[in-house]
């Protein structure tokens, strides 16, 4: 079985600051990863995932994430927010070879503010 | 519409009632999923559909929960003798099925209160 946990429930920013939302997961099989964000009173829509290949990944709207298999992380990160990013974003694995089904964390909340 | 559409938006009813959550896929996708999100909570699996079957139904958490797709499109998720731990935003999402792994498009949601 696979499971997520996202380290931090709510992370407040300010505008144009960095910022990183971390991720862990647990599984003992290879897996895919995925971070998914769902701005305020849409669907969860797919911002960026990692299947094989390069550890870093590029998403939309400037985001990517890095793929660390020793220390079972996919940390996503911008280098510059914006007031349009506050949004909650969760962080989902499925295992290779295996059912199509999305195991999700609980998600981290961020606020961006002016 | 171009997106996953799902009805109703928002159910209130009272335990042990009946209830049925829609949702139109996007046209053309083969797969559909339905999750149920608690609040404070990332969404939780329930069920998967590959065209008409039933792919992986063990996120079902009892009897209670049955879902159907009858042809391949359109899909309902049915939930008898509603209890107020029910009380959750129902996902409902479908994929091409060769985008690759978790290329999924959600709908909104529908919004289940059990009184």
């Known amino acids: 079985a696979q499971s997520v946990t996202q380290l931090d429930s709510q992370v407040p920013v300010f505008e144009e600051a960095p910022v990183e939302l971390r991720c862990n997961y647990s599984?003992?099989?290879?897996?895919?990863l995925f971070w998914y964000v769902q701005y305020p009173n849409q669907g969860l829509q797919l911002l960026l995932k990692?299947?094989?290949?390069?550890?870093l990944v590029k998403g939309i709207n400037g985001f990517e994430a890095e793929f660390n298999k020793s220390q079972t992380s996919f940390h996503l990160r911008k280098p510059s927010v914006h007031i349009s990013d506050t949004a909650e974003y969760f962080c989902a694995v499925s295992p290779q070879g295996g059912s199509e089904k999305l195991v999700f964390g609980k998600g981290t909340k961020l606020t961006v503010n002016p | 519409g171009a997106g996953v559409s799902q009805t109703p938006s928002n159910k209130v009813t009272e335990k042990g009632k009946y209830v049925e959550l829609r949702c139109d896929p996007i046209s053309g996708h083969t797969a559909l999923y339905w999750y149920r999100q608690s609040l404070g909570q990332g969404p939780e699996f329930l069920i998967y559909?590959?065209?008409?079957?039933?792919?992986?139904d063990s996120g079902l958490p009892n009897d209670r929960f049955f879902a159907v797709r009858p042809e391949g499109s359109v899909s309902t998720l049915k939930i008898q003798r509603t209890e107020r731990g029910d009380s959750a935003v129902y996902l409902c999402?479908?994929?091409?099925?060769?985008?690759?792994?978790?290329?999924?498009?959600f709908g909104e949601g529908s919004r289940l209160t059990v009184l």
């Open positions: 599984s003992s099989v290879s897996v895919y």
């Open positions: 999402a479908s994929s091409r099925g060769w985008d690759g792994p978790g290329e999924l498009f």
């Open positions: 559909f590959q065209g008409t079957g039933a792919a992986d």
């Open positions: 990692y299947l094989s290949g390069s550890t």
